[in-house]
Antibody, heavy 122, light 109 residues
Framework: QVQLVESGGGLVKPGGSLRLSCAAS????????ISWIRQAPGKGLEWVSY????????YYADSVKGRFTISRDNAKNSLYLQMNSLRAEDTAVYYC???????????????WGRGTTVTVSS | EIVLTQSPGTLSLSPGERATLSCRAS???????LAWYQQKPGQAPRLLIY???SRATGIPDRFSGSGSGADFTLTISRLEPEDFAVYYC??????????FGQGTKVEIK
């Protein structure tokens, strides 16, 4: 079935780094835009980063720009998020999400992974 | 940046009742850009409605979306026990790419 499975979360100290991975299956990964969405404990949803199916363009939320790097390997059906200079406010569940977009017709996110938890604490 | 404001913050209703959730944008947006999601505790969000009024695959017809311009509504015609959850509206905004409302919790009265 169509699914996204995140991994790589964990406990890291402020200023540290972590690399998240997302494995896609059940669909042609190279045909789809993908985003990372995060959710801090007890809070709402925040878009983090986006990558085009070809690998470019790439966009980031202002809150992570310059610290996070998104990438993908279509041959491996995988998405990555390299997170550097982590802060306490980056603590969240990180979801890998498939986007659907067609100009002037629809924009939405139809497949979500179960998420991986990142905790930034000393 | 367009801000989405959801109301009410919490809706206390009984099974079988009708739920009406509001999502207001700080300026007019295209209906094509507006989606609704349901999230249950410990789970990822699930797409319910896209393009303001189109139901996603497998979503029961008790869920409906409406609205245009800056005002959008998600209606659950008759609440089932499994519908008690948090609901988010979302819009495609270009920059930042996506924004979400703060959520409405539908709880059992």
């Amino acid at each position: 079935q169509v699914q996204l499975v995140e991994s790589g979360g964990g406990l890291v100290k402020p200023g540290g780094s972590l690399r998240l991975s997302c494995a896609a299956s059940g669909f042609t990964f190279s045909d789809f835009y993908i985003s990372w969405i995060r959710q801090a404990p007890g809070k709402g949803l925040e878009w983090v980063s986006y990558i085009h199916y070809s690998g470019s363009p790439i966009y980031y939320a202002d809150s992570v720009k310059g610290r996070f790097t998104i990438s993908r390997d279509n041959a491996k059906n995988s998405l990555y998020l390299q997170m550097n200079s982590l802060r306490a406010e980056d603590t969240a569940v990180y979801y890998c999400v498939r986007e659907r977009a067609a100009a002037d017709r629809f924009y939405y996110m139809d497949v979500w992974g179960r998420g991986t938890t990142v905790t930034v604490s000393s | 940046e367009i801000v989405l404001t959801q109301s009410p913050g919490t809706l206390s209703l009984s099974p079988g009742e009708r739920a009406t959730l509001s999502c207001r944008a700080s300026q007019s947006i295209s209906s094509s850009y507006l989606a609704w999601y349901q999230q249950k505790p410990g789970q990822a969000p699930r797409l319910l409605i896209y393009a303001a009024s189109s139901r996603a695959t497998g979503i029961p017809d008790r869920f409906s979306g409406s609205g245009s311009g800056a005002d959008f509504t998600l209606t659950i015609s008759r609440l089932e026990p499994e519908d008690f959850a948090v609901y988010y509206c979302q819009q495609y905004s270009g920059s930042p790419r996506w924004t979400f409302g703060q959520g409405t919790k539908v709880e059992i009265k």
